[in-house]
């Protein structure tokens, strides 16, 4: 398998630990996390396939730390890279945004030239008014809600990364 690296930005921990579950369902050594405040162009560089994830804050803002991290992915091309997304949101706190921050990684995936994989992730399961991360019905990665459903993480990671083994090819 070739290397994945998992960048994410996590302020009270919920999305560190979506990564690590992540990693430890790929079950393999060929995959690194990276909290994107410790990554520079040369680490985002490094990997064959890249995981990234946040949570939406307030009103369906990013995650400061992932704000940031958008000016390191300004220097990066990553035209044809393989780049999986997920994000977490509270869709009982916040239905009018739910996992906003998806959306708009999404769209600068997208504006980098990204492959984007492990997308249109059913929204079925999930209540809420209205999301940036939905595109044509779906989800445009893995959405996770630690608040609301967090009996229902453990399942979606496993299917989710089952998903992106077959599409990390």
Do not use: C
């Not at 992932?66 to 706190?93: C, I, R, T, W």
């Not at 998806?102 to 994989?117: C, F, H």
């Not at 399961?125 to 630690?146: H, I, Q, T």
């Amino acid at each position: 398998m070739s290397k994945t690296g998992i960048f994410f930005a996590s302020a009270m921990g919920n999305t560190e630990t979506a990564a690590m579950d992540i990693k430890n369902e790929f079950g393999s050594d060929d995959v690194d996390i990276i909290h994107v405040t410790d990554a520079e162009k040369s680490t985002v560089e490094r990997y064959d396939y890249l995981i990234i994830g946040g949570s939406t804050w307030g009103a369906g803002e990013v995650q400061d730390d992932m704000d940031d991290f958008f000016d390191v992915l300004d220097e990066v091309d990553l035209k044809g890279k393989k780049v999986a997304l997920f994000g977490l949101g509270d869709q009982e706190a916040y239905p009018f945004a739910f996992a906003n921050s998806l959306g708009e990684l999404y769209d600068k995936m997208v504006e980098k030239g990204a492959k984007i994989v492990g997308g249109g992730w059913p929204t079925e399961g999930y209540k809420f008014d209205s999301s940036k991360a939905v595109r044509d019905g779906k989800f445009v990665g893995l959405v996770l809600d630690v608040d609301v459903q967090p009996e229902k993480t453990g399942e979606r990671i496993k299917k989710w990364v089952k998903t992106l083994k077959k599409e990390f090819k």
